[in-house]
């Protein structure tokens, strides 16, 4: 299983940033996936999972709005379009499989992880 993150980086307080997540090894199509982030000093924690199975989703209260995620089934891609950023978005950006029910997005439940995307909101 390989996961591959990419478009982090350093944005204004304001702007956008797409962050991409490229998959192998696994079937894409049965599969739990989801965004989380880790911030220095705090517990890593879900953005957006998604149950490609059922379709069921959850999306974190600190997204709303602001965040769209979605999955190209065609590519095997994640995808977080995040908007409207802001400092506290500041973390690493990871992205994530498993094979369980999305639930409350819990990492514990997730079993493959990408090696994460520094996202970085200055004011």
């Known amino acids: 299983v390989q996961l591959v993150e990419s478009g982090g980086g350093l944005v204004q307080t304001g702007g956008s940033l797409r962050l991409s997540c490229a998959t192998s090894?696994?079937?894409?199509?049965?599969?739990?996936v989801g965004w989380f982030h880790q911030a220095p000093g705090k517990e890593r924690e879900g953005v957006w999972c998604?149950?490609?199975?059922?379709?069921?989703?959850y999306l974190a209260d600190s997204a709303e709005g602001r965040f769209i995620a979605s999955v190209d089934n065609a590519k095997d891609t994640v995808i977080l379009q995040m908007n409207s950023l802001k400092s506290e978005d500041t973390a690493v950006y990871y992205c994530a499989v498993g094979r369980g029910a999305v639930g409350g997005c819990f990492p514990d439940e997730f079993n493959y992880w990408g090696q994460g995307t520094q996202v970085t909101v200055s004011s």
């Open positions: 090894g696994f079937a894409f199509d049965d599969a739990t």
């Open positions: 998604f149950s490609n199975s059922d379709g069921s989703s």
